[in-house]
């Protein structure tokens, strides 16, 4: 059975950090989305290998991907909040053509 289950959502003020974690049981997870009311779940990263981790523009360098293969975890630690970060953090799995999604965590940044 696949389940994907995310934490560490909350809400900071602009400029502070927020560490998210998914752990993951029967798939290895891979990526993160972002949804914001009213707009498409977009990709914010996503990992290729352990070399390469695709970031949206708008995180870059602000935003890592880590992964813990021990536990089956993924991270996206976020440094340096906006609060166009807002919105609900997905973590993302696919396997053939199939995708899977956690829950989601909400992050709530204010000015």
């Not at 695709?54 to 976020?78: C, E, H, P, W």
């Not at 166009?84 to 992050?107: H, I, P």
């Given at each position: 059975?696949?389940?994907l289950?995310?934490?560490?959502?909350?809400?900071?003020?602009?400029g502070?950090?927020?560490r998210?974690?998914c752990?993951?049981s029967?798939i290895?997870p891979?990526?993160?989305?972002?949804?914001?009311?009213?707009?498409?779940?977009?990709?914010?990263?996503r990992?290729i290998n352990k070399a390469?981790?695709?970031?949206?523009?708008?995180?870059?360098?602000?935003?890592?991907?880590?992964?813990?293969?021990?536990?089956?975890?993924?991270?996206?630690?976020?440094n340096?909040l906006k609060?166009?970060?807002?919105?609900?953090?997905?973590?993302?799995?696919?396997?053939?053509?199939?995708?899977?999604?956690?829950?989601?965590?909400?992050?709530t940044?204010?000015?």
């Open positions: 059975q696949v389940q289950v995310e934490s560490g959502g909350g809400s900071v003020q602009a502070e950090s927020l998210l974690a752990t993951a029967g290895r891979m990526a993160w989305y972002r949804q914001v009311p009213g707009k498409q779940r977009e990709p914010v990263a990992n390469i981790t695709n970031y949206a523009d708008s995180i870059k360098g602000r935003f890592t991907f880590s992964r813990d293969d021990a536990k089956n975890t993924v991270y996206l630690q976020m340096k609060p166009e970060d807002t919105g609900v953090y997905y973590c993302a799995a696919s396997r053939g053509l199939e995708f899977y999604w956690g829950q989601g965590t909400q992050v940044v204010s000015s």
